[in-house]
């Protein structure tokens, strides 16, 4: 079974840590969609220049977009034999089509990371990323990626006022999805307030006993039928 795994959770979670670490340790493709569109930014694609503004402003870019560029991105080849999709979906509209998008495909594993909102705003505040190679570290670190060497530097959408935004629309547009994936068998929420290392075990076993009774139940890949809980 390919491992397609969908990391939720809000921003300062630690999604695109964790989705670093165990898309490396499997093998597999991490696709973050943060990182796809600061990619874009960067280089000035058409896509970038009009996501900019909608980034720093902490709001959502539009989900046709957001469709269309996740689509192409799960056409490749690497993606075959499973991906780590971080930053998507980030609307339940998002959701549904990529439930069209996989349509076929082996069940999505949906993985939500769970941390208390106080702690998400100290973590995004005091977060640094490499502008090299987008790694994150947290400030205090020195001036230099641990990685590569490149510049740290604060993400734009990173100060205080545009944090607290963000996790506005996370909770008015994102958590609604941990409702709509809640109800698959495929569905399990970690406690992301522990270290990366621990947080890293939680997830492994969470995945390892959705592997172990994913082919045992019923509806696996598609919405359970309404009512069924995990
Ligand atoms: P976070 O640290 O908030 O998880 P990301 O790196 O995933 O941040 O995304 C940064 C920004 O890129 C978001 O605030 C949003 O503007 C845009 N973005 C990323 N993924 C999506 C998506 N799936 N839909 C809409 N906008 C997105």
């Known amino acids: 079974m390919a491992l397609n795994l969908l990391m939720l959770g809000p921003p300062g979670a630690g999604k695109g840590t964790q989705a670093e670490r165990f898309a490396q340790s499997r093998g597999i493709p991490k696709i973050s969609t943060g990182d796809i569109l600061r990619e874009a930014v960067q280089t000035g694609t058409e896509i970038g220049l009009r996501a900019k503004a909608i980034m720093d402003r902490g709001e959502l870019v539009n989900d046709e977009v957001m469709i269309g560029i996740v689509r192409e991105r799960l056409e490749k080849k690497d993606a075959a034999n499973g991906f780590v999709l971080d930053g998507f979906p980030r609307t339940v509209a998002q959701?549904?089509?990529l439930d069209g998008i996989m349509a076929g495909r082996d069940p999505l594993i949906v993985v939500d990371i769970m941390v208390p909102e106080e702690e998400l705003v100290r973590r995004l505040s005091s977060r640094m990323i490499c502008r090299s190679c987008g790694h994150n570290a947290?400030?205090?670190h020195g001036p230099v990626c641990a990685l590569c060497g490149g510049e740290?530097?604060?993400?734009t959408d990173d100060?205080?006022?545009?944090v607290i935004d963000r996790l506005k629309v996370?909770?008015?547009?994102?958590?609604?999805?941990?409702?709509?994936?809640?109800?698959?068998p495929t569905f399990r929420a970690i406690n992301g307030?522990?270290?990366p290392d621990?947080?890293?075990?939680?997830l492994a076993a969470a995945i390892a006993a959705v592997c172990a009774h994913a082919t045992r139940l019923p509806g696996v890949g598609t919405a359970a039928p309404s009512g069924v809980q995990p």
Request: zero cysteines.
């Open 95 to 97: 959701a549904a089509a």
């Open 138 to 140: 947290p400030m205090g």
């Open 152 to 155: 740290l530097i604060q993400r």
């Open 159 to 162: 100060s205080e006022s545009v």
């Open 170 to 184: 996370y909770h008015g547009q994102s958590e609604p999805l941990v409702e709509y994936y809640r109800v698959r």
């Open 193 to 195: 307030a522990q270290s």
């Open 198 to 202: 621990q947080v890293a075990a939680d």
